[in-house]
């Protein structure tokens, strides 16, 4: 079983950032890989962006180049920090973690962009 706390969500104005944190605990060696979701009302949930035990990432086409994942897998905690955000970004956004035999979510941060 693996455990997920997610914390940082918030209201912040367009352009504005924010930094999203996943505490990971349980049985985490068995983590492949991490990676964060986002749900807007009336949407599905979507991909936003990903990163294995290695270190490598993936984005979602629309945060290429303003949201940056990264892990610190001796704190067992992924981040995301989020610059010049924008209204369009306002979601639920979760952490997710994938075994090689279980998904696991945490249970979500709003993230609010407005003036």
């Known amino acids: 079983q693996v455990q997920l706390v997610e914390s940082g969500g918030g209201l912040v104005q367009p352009g504005g950032s924010l930094r999203l944190s996943c505490a990971a605990s349980?049985?985490?060696?068995?983590?492949?890989?991490m990676a964060w979701y986002r749900q807007a009302p009336g949407s599905q949930r979507e991909l936003v962006a990903s990163?294995?035990?290695?270190?490598?990432?993936n984005y979602e086409d629309s945060v290429k180049g303003r949201f940056t994942v990264s892990r610190d897998n001796a704190e067992n905690t992924m981040y995301l920090q989020m610059n010049n955000l924008k209204p369009e970004d306002t979601a639920v956004y979760y952490c997710?973690?994938?075994?090689?035999?279980?998904?696991?979510w945490g249970q979500g941060t709003q993230v609010t962009v407005s003036s």
């Open positions: 997710n973690a994938d075994t090689w035999t279980n998904r696991y």
């Open positions: 349980g049985s985490i060696l068995s983590i492949r890989f």
């Open positions: 990163i294995t035990r290695g270190g490598s990432t």
